[in-house]
């Protein structure tokens, strides 16, 4: 079934080759549920949004998921080779459009609005965006291809005339500003040194060791407060429903890497028995401020899962809820306050799995330079059971792989969790998609069973 064209939010696209966004996946564009006001994701956005008000900053949303790859990739400074620019990881509309992979997307433009804005609004400094964001990826409960993000910077005015010669008067404004910034008493492990050389580089043409301790020590201090309001309500939930002791919190900063940031970091909580990433941020490079009109700014940014988030706050289980529309799950909450989710009746899973070869010249992860053969990505399998089982599906995993000895032919082995969150399904329902698998896996992916 070959579709010349895509229709997204009342705009049409002419799709090619690259195409791999599903009408599965397009069913989920327009929802908005960051705007339905009891919704646990809204209730998340407004309790993260408070931690950063205006007049400094303006709380934004963007409804249309379409971006351009320019948007998405090249001007944060993706590399041609990066994996997130695949087919395999991200939903193509055509070569040159894709459903954004996260808010970054959207840096740009709000730079250039804030600098637009500058006369009417001078206070405003800053933004926070949240958006529904889009990536082929794993099925389990913890991972959906839409979920939503929410971005946040804040810039600091240079001197408009060598800036770096005169970096410390511009530390100086971010250190009096971090001081408005109230101290909390939680221990943060934050053991690496601000700037590292190779790990984690200063931007060394554009920015003074001062000015990025100081862009460091406001972004770190901002961030931990925020998931200092929302673990304390999260502990406040759990304690008041099973009246259990509040977990004490537990939080560290670990280096990390962005295209568009330099030095980068990403936040950790640590939640009943691990440590679990909450955001990636860090210094902006400042060859995106310079092509985005705010040449002489200079600033922080970051981004979080806004799922993982509400998941810890509400105690949902599976983040295939968030969408689901029953009322069971639907007015179990309410605006404003953070209630601990009441599983409804539990219902039975039932698993099959399905075992193949894959064909000669496919490798897996690899590209089909040599042999000519279709490459074989997981994720590939995914989208296909996605494709039919939508939100029946619980989990898919791989469950055996090996390689046979004389003939060199490679056999995976997946599992696929039927269950649906609503219903007990019935075994002829469950028989009739596993069979639909089955065979389109053997037309769309050309493996052989076994
Ligand atoms: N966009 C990044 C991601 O999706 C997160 C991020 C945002 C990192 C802003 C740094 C600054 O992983």
Not at 139 to 155: C, N
Not at 173 to 183: G, N, Q, S, T, V
Not at 361 to 369: H, N
Request: charged share 25%.
């Amino acid at each position: 079934q070959t579709k010349s064209n895509l229709k997204i939010e009342d705009e049409t696209y002419p799709t090619d080759q690259w195409t791999n966004t599903t009408d599965q996946i397009l069913s989920h564009v327009g929802r908005r549920l960051y705007l339905d006001e009891n919704h646990p994701l809204a209730i998340t956005r407004k309790l993260i949004e408070s931690q950063f008000p205006a007049p400094v900053f303006g709380n934004h949303f963007e409804k249309n998921p379409v971006v351009t790859t320019r948007q998405n990739f090249d001007v944060l400074g993706f590399p041609q080779d990066h994996p997130g620019r695949s087919r395999t990881d991200t939903y193509y509309v055509n070569d040159k459009t894709v459903l954004r992979t996260h808010t970054s997307a959207h840096q740009q433009a709000y730079f250039q609005q804030l600098n637009r804005n500058e006369k009417t609004r001078p206070e405003e400094v800053g933004y926070t965006v949240i958006a529904d964001v889009y990536r082929r990826d794993a099925i389990d409960r913890s991972h959906y291809p839409v979920f939503h993000q929410m971005e946040g910077a804040m810039l600091w005015k240079r001197p408009d005339n060598n800036p770096l010669a005169q970096s410390a008067e511009t530390a100086a404004k971010i250190r009096a500003d971090l001081e408005l910034i109230p101290a909390h008493d939680v221990v943060v492990e934050d053991p690496n040194p601000t700037i590292h050389a190779q790990r984690n580089p200063l931007q060394a043409e554009h920015h003074s060791e001062e000015e990025v301790e100081a862009i460091g020590a406001h972004l770190k201090r901002s961030l931990e407060r925020m998931v200092i309001k929302i673990f304390t309500e999260a502990n406040k939930a759990a304690a008041s429903s099973g009246g259990e002791e509040p977990e004490p919190l537990k939080v560290r900063w670990v280096e990390a890497y962005f295209p568009f940031t330099s030095p980068s970091w990403e936040l950790e909580v640590f939640w009943q028995g691990d440590w679990l990433e909450i955001l990636g941020c860090g210094v902006i490079k400042q060859d995106l401020l310079i092509n985005s009109d705010v040449p002489n700014r200079v600033g922080w940014a970051f981004g979080l899962g806004i799922e993982r988030i509400a998941m810890l706050l509400f105690n949902i289980p599976d983040i295939r809820l968030f969408w689901s529309r029953d009322e069971r799950f639907r007015s179990q909450f309410r605006a404003g306050t953070i209630t601990r989710f009441e599983p409804f009746s539990k219902h039975p899973a039932c698993y099959k799995d399905v075992a193949f070869w894959l064909p000669p010249a496919a490798v897996t992860g690899g590209s089909s330079a040599a042999g000519g053969g279709v490459p074989f990505h997981e994720n590939d399998v995914m989208e296909l059971v996605r494709g039919i089982g939508a939100d029946l599906v619980e989990d898919v995993s791989c469950i055996d792989e090996f390689t046979h000895p004389k003939t060199g032919r490679k056999s995976m082995c997946y599992r696929i969790n039927y269950r649906s969150l609503e219903r007990t399904l019935t075994n002829e329902e469950t028989n009739g998609m596993h069979e639909k698998v089955r065979s389109k896996l053997v037309e769309d992916l050309g493996v052989e069973l076994r």
